[in-house]
């Protein structure tokens, strides 16, 4: 008999209730011989995805790297998308600021109550800046983080991405607004369709690097100032569309963190390939050389005992 088993992997999932009668999916997954103590990591999936954008289609995704390495994964999918429980009436009726002041804080609430561990949160794309955003409007949510990852982030303007930019964000939003929510499945972008609400404060950013809330009450590039948990953000050297390195060292810089990091992923800085803005985080090259990277940052910042 071998004596090199690996320790059962095991999963269950839950729902954490948020505003608007919504229930949020998250799947807890860890093996046999995690212990209570061990880091956690919530992943945030970003646009038009959900929970299996970090599980894989067999569980096998980016989230099960961290889960063999001795933490434990808690996968969730925003409102609307994936498992994610609507209400009696189904609407699109949310933006980008019921990520920052509901989702995302009822998220890290609900994890941090079930781990006693330290605990990361994980997000790739729209999500980590959300996340970002939600941690310097409510600055008290740190306490419950020993640091964050954003993967593939930084806010949409024009500086880069030429015409197709432009022409993107106003058509997502044109036809987000004449159908009440951005057909995202039929167009082949992304399993999950996206409220109107959510598409057109990209349009209104973009033109002048803005971030803000929709009324314009918030202006989320001050809140981020607010942000002192340490912080790592990994973007594709190859990702100049959705996330160049360019903007997310706009991100980074307007953090607070004293402890941050923008790791610029490719072959200039040792990687076998330039990521994108997917196989940053998805597929063997990024398990192999990008994965490894973030578990090192997360013991460098919080050490086993």
């Not at 303007?157 to 057909?183: C, E, I, M, N, W």
């Not at 997917?278 to 997360?298: H, I, S």
Request: glycine share 10%.
């Amino acid at each position: 008999m071998s004596t090199n088993a690996k320790p059962e992997f095991a999963s269950q999932e839950f729902w954490v209730p948020t505003s608007g009668e919504h229930a949020l999916h998250v799947v807890e997954a860890r093996t046999s011989a995690t212990p209570a103590s061990a880091p956690g990591v919530l992943f945030v999936p970003g646009l038009f995805s959900d929970g299996r954008f970090f599980l894989g289609g067999q569980g096998d995704g980016a989230a099960r790297t961290f889960v063999d390495e001795g933490c434990v994964a808690y996968v969730a999918s925003l409102r609307g998308h994936g498992k994610s429980r609507w209400p009696a009436k189904r609407a699109y009726d949310w933006s980008f600021d019921t990520y920052v002041r509901h989702d995302i804080p009822d998220l890290v609430r609900a994890v941090r109550a079930r781990h006693a561990g330290p605990l990361f949160l994980l997000a790739h794309s729209m999500a980590g800046y959300a996340a970002l955003a939600a941690l310097g409007v409510d600055p008290s949510l740190q306490a419950s983080l020993s640091g964050v990852v954003t993967l593939s982030s930084a806010v949409n303007d024009y500086t880069d991405g030429g015409f197709k930019k432009r022409f993107q964000l106003g058509f997502s939003s044109a036809v987000a607004g004449l159908l009440g929510r951005f057909p995202a499945k039929a167009l082949k972008q992304g399993p999950w369709d996206e409220p109107a609400g959510v598409m057109r404060q990209f349009t209104d950013w973009a033109p002048t690097g803005a971030f803000r809330s929709a009324d314009g009450a918030t202006d989320y590039w001050s809140a981020l100032t607010q942000v002192t948990l340490p912080v790592f953000a990994g973007v594709g050297a190859a990702d100049l569309f959705h996330a160049s390195p360019v903007r997310a060292q706009k991100l980074v810089v307007h953090l607070g963190s004293a402890r941050k990091e923008l790791a610029v992923l490719g072959r200039a800085q040792g990687l076998s390939w330039d990521a994108g803005h997917f196989d940053v985080v998805r597929g063997e090259r990024a398990r192999a050389e990008v994965l490894p990277r973030v578990l090192t940052w997360m013991r460098q910042v919080a050490p086993a005992h």
